[in-house]
């Protein structure tokens, strides 16, 4: 997942820049009408859906809001081709999330103190579950 996302990153980073530089430079740049409206729509989905969770995706207490937000974005992102085809590589990526790895939103400020009191209480009665097996 580390290769995929610095790909995404150079990608963002690099999309961002000719849509900037491109008034003024388009003989150096040489984009059809075409090839600019795709790095426009892309840029418009990394502001929209990605950058939010880029931006905090450093905190470990953070970590599984920063997996959830992103696909509760996308499911109410207006591009579908792009919603369908995010979604679907979120999806093949999220192998890694767990009920151990949830547990950290407990120290998260972006949740609110009643879905934590929520994830407690689930979590204990899972726990609770599972040992009586």
């Known amino acids: 997942m580390c290769s995929t996302q610095s790909k995404l990153d ?19 740049l040489n984009l059809t009408g075409r090839q ?19 931006f905090t995706s450093r905190s470990a207490p953070d970590a599984p ?13 207006d591009d579908s081709d792009l919603r369908n ?3 679907k590589m979120m999806l093949r990526h999220s192998w890694y999330l767990s009920p151990e790895l949830a547990t950290l939103a407990v120290f998260s400020k972006q949740v609110p103190d009643e879905e934590k009191s ?6 204990l009665l899972n726990e609770n579950f599972f040992h009586l097996l």
Do not use: A, C
Request: charged residues 25%; proline residues 2%; hydrophobic residues 40%.
């Open 36 to 54: 600019m409206q795709s790095i426009q729509r892309f840029n418009r989905f990394v502001v929209n859906v990605y950058i939010q969770s880029w």
């Open 118 to 123: 929520d994830l407690i209480s689930n979590r």
């Open 10 to 28: 150079v990608k963002d980073h690099l999309s961002m820049k000719m849509e900037l530089l491109y008034d003024g430079n388009e003989t150096v």
């Open 65 to 77: 809001v920063n997996d959830i937000h992103p696909i509760q974005r996308l499911k109410s992102y």
């Open 85 to 87: 085809v995010r979604l």
